[in-house]
């Protein structure tokens, strides 16, 4: 195997990975692309019969879609917003202070990653069915909430811990006092970073499903919930191809800009490898 | 750092940790309450159950007995473990070669193949269900294509138990194949160079020199899948068949559906029991790579 490295010959292995990936992986996809642009399609045509925008019209002007595009939106920001309100200051204690219990009490965010998540949905469901959180838009915003507290702490502990100390002690020393130096100093260079984290949990809440749909349905309806309806009764196929291509676009932003952090090894060492 | 921690005086220290404290006290109690508390409060709901009068409640495992005498919640127990079971031998047949494939090859083609293998991450599970069906399904496009060279149609795997597994597998690619990555990158150049020296052929290195360094990594990824498929909902729910159903899907519906949310924490707290191994596992190798 160390010999590729050396000799040059054609690589038939990564050739056959290549092709093989690419009919698994991207296939699938051009062809849900496709049926989203395309007018008519009867079996057994190998190629669509007539392209156009006709569904594009036709989905953009159901109420239904709107309203969960609209739903969606709003939760992931709601949820997104509160999760750095209370995770980043917390992300800073971690990283800078010492406190009793310090270590337990950050590695307690595992917790929700030791059970089925399913199960542990079901679980927490129960207790909302107490306090009648169930079917309410904050019952979603609460358990989405939880599902971004591991990524939004963790990863910007890393950040505030990669940022260098004695830049923080030069400013103090000439003066500058807690606020300036964490505005100054230590934000522009753990920025980055914590801008990842908030995309990502972001973009992770936008395409949460299973809480929504085990909490929230039918009164809370997000697009990959509206998405399960159509693929479950809706007759026209070009419909769920539209909303797929929709649906895709917030995934699409966030492969631009976490390709890099996804690639580099610290990130599959986040999921313990 | 040392000398500013030293050079505190006592009061700032305890003030310090107290401000600490109120930093992380609501996500903490986050945890404690949409965590550890649900899973505490389901045990203690499922074996204490209302009495008949409807006044306090006692010990019983009524709901176990019932989970684990009926056939139909047996059936779904065993597709869910059959599942889970086929997806991570099958993630590891696929994915073990791939990494070891994008460890010790450099240039275009293994980035291309690289960023094919996380392109799923990318890819929310629900467009995933649809394309699936789209090409996998009645008349799909695999369909198309067999019709048109004049072969037979396929018995499509939707809606019968293979539909969750290839869905979970596509799925679970890229983390599959960054955690093996990962722990291949553990692998010197230099001890597979050695062994190769002394004749080790290609199956002897992997098995002598790669396998036993990689073991853990191997042992993480399954910990994983075996975490995210046993108790997964949407994949099943779209691509799987009615009955038997995945125990992600049975919880739904047993909840929603049926109104039963009782039987429902039963069946989560059994999904429970069944992953507490890979959970503490996969808890502690995670746990073990990262410090406060």
């Known amino acids: 195997m160390a010999r590729v490295l050396v000799e040059k010959r054609i690589d038939w292995i990564g050739i056959f990975f290549a092709v093989a990936l690419t009919i698994v992986i991207v296939v699938p996809l051009l062809v849900v692309g496709t049926w989203a ?31 969960s595009i609209t739903m969606s939106l709003s939760l992931a920001t709601v949820v997104t ?52 959180l169930i079917g309410t838009f904050w019952g979603v915003v609460l358990i989405q909430l939880v ?40 934000l522009p260079q753990a920025g980055p970073t914590i801008a990842a984290a908030i995309l990502l949990s972001f973009v992770g809440t936008f395409y949460e499903t299973e809480g929504a749909w085990l909490i929230g349905a039918p009164q809370i ?31 699409f932003i966030a492969l631009l800009f976490a390709r890099r952090v996804i690639s580099s090894g610290s990130f599959a060492r986040g999921f313990g490898a | 750092m040392t000398l500013g921690a030293t050079s505190d005086i006592v009061g700032t220290k305890t003030r310090r940790g107290l401000t600490g404290l109120l930093l992380v006290a609501v ?157 291949l990158g553990s692998v010197s150049n230099q001890s597979i160079e050695a062994a190769r020296d002394v004749g080790a052929g290609r199956l002897a ?19 994983f899948t075996v975490l995210g498929i046993f108790s997964a909902f949407t994949l099943p729910y779209v691509l799987g068949p009615a009955a038997p159903e995945m125990m992600g899907p049975f919880m739904q519906r047993t909840f929603r559906d049926l109104n039963d949310p009782t039987n429902a924490i039963t069946q989560a707290v059994i999904a429970f029991c069944f992953c507490i191994v890979f959970g503490l596992f996969y808890v502690r190798s995670v746990a073990k790579n990262r410090n406060p």
């Open chain 2, 205 to 223: 290195v992997l098995w002598h020199i790669i396998l036993p360094r990689i073991s853990n990594s191997i042992l993480v990824a399954v910990s």
């Open chain 2, 27 to 183: 996500p903490v109690f986050l945890v404690g309450w949409m965590i550890i508390w649900p899973i505490i409060s389901a045990i203690g709901r499922t074996i204490w159950l209302p009495n008949d009068g409807g006044t306090g409640r006692s010990f019983s495992l009524e709901t176990y007995i019932f989970f684990f005498t009926d056939q139909y919640s047996l059936n779904n127990l065993s597709v869910t473990l059959w599942t889970t079971g086929i997806c991570a031998l099958l993630l590891v047949l696929i994915c073990l070669p791939i990494a070891l494939y994008l460890r010790f090859a450099t240039g275009r083609l293994a980035a291309y193949v690289q960023g094919l293998a996380i392109f799923p991450m990318f890819v929310p599970s629900i467009i995933l269900s649809y394309a699936i069906i789209r090409v996998l399904g009645p008349n799909g496009t695999v369909d198309l294509l067999l019709n048109s060279v004049g072969l037979p149609h396929i018995r499509s795997p939707y809606l019968t138990p293979w539909g969750p597994v290839i869905g979970l597998v596509w799925d679970n690619i890229p983390l599959t194949v960054l955690i093996l990555l990962a722990g």
């Open chain 1, 147 to 186: 599902g971004t507290l591991l990524f939004m702490i963790w990863i910007p502990v890393a950040a505030f811990q990669s940022v260098d100390r004695r830049m923080e002690e030069a400013a103090r020393d000439v003066g500058a006092g807690p606020f300036r130096v964490f505005w100054s100093i230590t």
């Open chain 1, 81 to 132: 917003l509160l999760s750095a309100l209370i995770c980043l200051p917390a992300a800073y204690a971690f990283a800078r202070m010492d406190f009793p219990g310090r270590n337990i009490l950050f590695f307690s965010f595992l917790a929700g990653h030791a059970f089925p998540k399913f199960g542990l949905l079901v679980a927490i469901a129960g207790i909302f069915l107490s306090l009648n």
């Open chain 1, 221 to 251: 309806r997000t697009l990959p919930v509206l998405m399960i309806s159509f693929i479950n009764n809706q007759p026209v196929i070009q419909y769920g191809a539209v909303l797929s291509v929709l649906l895709w676009v917030p995934s």
């Open chain 1, 37 to 67: 642009f395309t007018n008519v399609w009867r079996y057994p045509s190998v190629i669509p019969q007539e392209f156009g925008l006709k569904f594009w019209q036709q989905t953009l002007a159901r109420a239904d879609v709107w309203s």
